[in-house]
């Protein structure tokens, strides 16, 4: 591409909106790597009230199968899998937002790297954390930005 041409629109909306996720993300997780203890109670907390909600519904089959789940994931959420969520997050938002960088300024380099950062997040997730506990911090840590990504292919045509 000619440095003269210009960044397309889109590719520059998509950088800023990773810029502010990733930024926001960096705040979230460095609160949440100073504050385990706190974030693991309230997390513990909102999963145990989802728990109670299923167990007012008539006993089905799945409803015994999501209360294993949360039960699973309420006895996995303790400040130290905090800790360790939170470094994996740390990493993929650093990763993300230096990703983002490089594709504001045009660099391919920019995409693949943005790609390693969801890999980061999610087999991290699933790696270091484990259980259902790391599938749901893997799955939420990707969701939005697999979606990104996809739109980012469709500007892999004007990056070098």
């Not at 997730?125 to 259902?132: A, D, P, Q, T």
């Amino acid at each position: 591409m000619n440095p003269s041409t210009p960044r397309p629109t889109v590719l520059t909306v998509l950088c800023m909106l990773t810029f502010l996720s990733s930024i926001s993300g960096l705040w979230t997780q460095s609160e949440r790597l100073w504050n385990p203890g706190v974030v693991a109670d309230k997390t513990r907390e909102l999963f145990q009230s989802a728990r109670e909600k299923i167990d007012e519904q008539p006993n089905q089959a799945d409803t015994k199968t999501v209360d294993r789940l949360l039960e699973s994931v309420i006895n996995r959420t303790t400040p130290e899998m905090i800790k360790r969520s939170a470094i994996i997050m740390l990493i993929f938002e650093s990763l993300t937002l230096y990703a983002a960088y490089l594709m504001w300024n045009l660099r391919k380099l920019g995409f693949y790297l943005y790609l390693g950062g969801i890999a980061v997040a999610f087999f991290g997730s699933m790696l270091v954390i484990g259980g259902w506990l790391g599938v749901v911090t893997g799955i939420a840590g990707i969701f939005f930005s697999s979606i990104m990504c996809i739109i980012y292919a469709f500007n892999l045509k004007y990056l070098e």
